[in-house]
């Protein structure tokens, strides 16, 4: 082996650069768990200077709750996002809808963090939380606003929300409103039912939509 | 004219691990963490006013190896004009740091430096050589060449001396 060999080899190897010596079985392709948050660290702070010259169009964080996990998502406005689905298809969804400047902030969604652990224990009936509508339009926002009314622990149906909003026979309307709701239990879609009382459907599933209205003392059993 | 592009997230994901490599490999350990969060910082400027993603990985490279260049003119404006001390990093002892290599790597001209990082280090083809540095494949392969030799003659000098002598 020649000397300039040796020295690809050892370019090839990268030790000591912070990461995982490649070629490596034991590790996998993946950084140990030291380098790999001392990295994670280091995104985190590039990412908070980011924030603070205002090149973070969309913060997102995923959160753990009683009904699975939960991708949140914010904008300078508000919060324009809670979807269970998975966290790939809600990115590129705002990334296509908002903006691809999307990255993991977790810190500007403290507050709703803080409010869904409050309501998730029992300890919270209500959000207050400043809401970017932007993803929703016409007479969906329209719907998704007068929903926004319905309190805790009520129930409304396809039917009543279609007349609150002035349009009675737009129940399907109603539905696909319903269905494409993009803040998710801060916006109470689980809190629409067919008329007579059946479950309808729900985005997050109709377990998650059961224990939902269970926990708010809206269905009993 | 509308590109999609994907979440900033998603390169992130996907190149931080190698891009933070290349960056220490490029000029050390403490500096890389600067130009790497000064990368991380100027793509995102950057990201919506690009007009298509053909290679994303590339272009998050092209601003890396921009930082590259800024970096090695500061340094030359800093440097004393007598003795040459290069910062000597500071490995974990698993027993195969190879401070050495690191440090004769960032003697060499940034085009230089990032074509042969980009090739060995991180085992890119040419053609993706290329379009980090922002020239030719020939180009390219001349570049990681004249880098090795280069680093040949700092690291094995008692062999150029056999050659001479």
Sequence with gaps: MSAGDDIVARLRRGTGLGAHPAGDPSVNGRAPAGEGAALGDLVAGALARADADDLVDVAWTVEDTPVGPLALAATPLGLVRVGFGHEDEVLEDLASHVSPRVVRLPARLDTVRRQLDEYFAGRRRRFDVPLDRRLSRGYRLAVLEELSRVPFGQTVSYKDLAERTGKPNASRAVGTAMATNPIAIVVPCHRVLRTGGALGGYGGGLESKVWLLRHEGALLG | ?165
Aim: proline share 7%.
């Design chain 2, 1 to 165: 004219m509308s590109v999609t592009l994907p979440p900033f997230q998603t390169l992130l994901d996907e190149h931080a691990v190698d891009l933070h490599r290349f960056l220490v490999a490029s000029v050390g350990p403490h500096d890389g963490a600067d130009c790497f969060q000064e990368t991380i910082v100027s793509a995102l400027r950057a990201y919506p006013g690009l007009t298509h993603a053909d290679n994303l990985r590339g272009w998050l490279f092209t601003i890396a190896h921009h930082k590259v260049i800024d970096h090695a003119r500061r340094s030359k404006r800093h440097a004393l004009p007598v003795a040459e001390t290069p910062e000597v990093p500071v490995f974990d002892g698993d027993g195969l740091a190879d401070a050495e290599l690191w440090a004769s790597v960032r003697v060499l001209p940034p085009k230089q430096r990032t074509a042969v990082m980009q090739r060995y280090l991180l085992d890119r083809p040419y053609a993706e050589v290329a379009a980090v540095v922002g020239c030719s494949e020939d180009a390219a392969r001349q570049n990681v060449r004249a880098g090795l030799a280069r680093l040949r003659a700092v690291l094995t000098p008692e062999r150029a001396q056999e050659v001479t002598s």
